[in-house]
């Protein structure tokens, strides 16, 4: 619902392909900005 109704239902049903029921998927930074999960990247955090 968040992402609205254009966006949303498609990332939730990424969601569930994206890594099996017991483990985790990590999102790349395309995954980041193609989804807009982010607005600005920070970079060399070390």
């Not at 392909?17 to 900005?33: C, K, L, N, R, Y």
């Not at 600005?40 to 070390?46: G, M, S």
Request: charged letters at 25%.
């Amino acid at each position: 619902m968040i992402m609205g109704s254009e966006k949303g239902p498609a990332f939730y049903f990424h969601t569930l392909q994206a890594a099996p029921f017991d483990g985790v998927h990590w999102m790349s930074d395309e995954d980041i900005q193609k989804w807009k999960v982010s607005t600005e990247f920070i970079e060399n955090l070390k």
